[in-house]
């Protein structure tokens, strides 16, 4: 790989660190956290809340993963682009332009859902839930700043389970 193809690879990862900054705005614990007997009673989410949470994550969910195969595409077509022989700058920039524009669509969708989510959760119940995220976040031991990627992670803490 030469210089020109790090570069770009670089520069790719910063317009991914700038869009998870952007999202970070609605700090939400990782995964299906309403599934969480703790959680949910700690929030007082009612059934119809439950309800509306997996109806509404789930609509999204089908979309995003349409957006992610679309933004990984166009990575490969990216480095494609960038390994081509001969090297034709256009054209990486060409390539590096649709992937911005995939992950663009990609984090749009996602800080729709969260906006939804807001919607359907009290302002009470919003305040507990970013509460319950910087919690988490300082058991982490990060000092209840937002992780990379929103902090999501497999394994929730075992006051959530």
């Known amino acids: ?40 009673a700690r929030l007082g989410l009612s059934p119809d809340q439950v309800k509306q949470l997996d109806s509404t994550t789930y609509a999204f969910a089908r979309r995003m993963v349409d957006l992610k195969a679309t933004v990984e595409k166009s990575q490969i077509d990216l480095r494609a682009a960038a390994e081509a ?20 669509r990609l984090e749009t969708e996602r800080f729709d859902m969260l906006l939804k989510v807001r919607e359907l959760l009290t302002p009470d119940q919003w305040g507990k839930l970013q509460q319950l995220a910087r919690a988490r976040r300082a058991e982490k031991g990060d000092g ?16 959530w389970r």
Not at 4 to 23: K, Q, T
Not at 85 to 104: H, N, S
Not at 147 to 159: K, S, T, V
């Open 1 to 40: 790989m030469n210089g020109r193809s790090m570069s770009w690879i670089v520069a790719v990862g910063l317009v991914l660190a700038a869009g998870v900054a952007a999202a970070q705005t609605f700090d939400v614990p990782p995964g299906r956290w309403w599934e969480r007997p703790v959680v949910a």
């Open 85 to 104: 022989k001969p090297f034709a700058p256009d054209k990486v920039r060409e390539a590096f332009a649709v992937l911005q524009q995939a992950r663009g």
């Open 144 to 159: 209840g700043q937002p992780a990379p990627g929103n902090g999501q992670r497999n394994n929730p803490p075992r006051r």
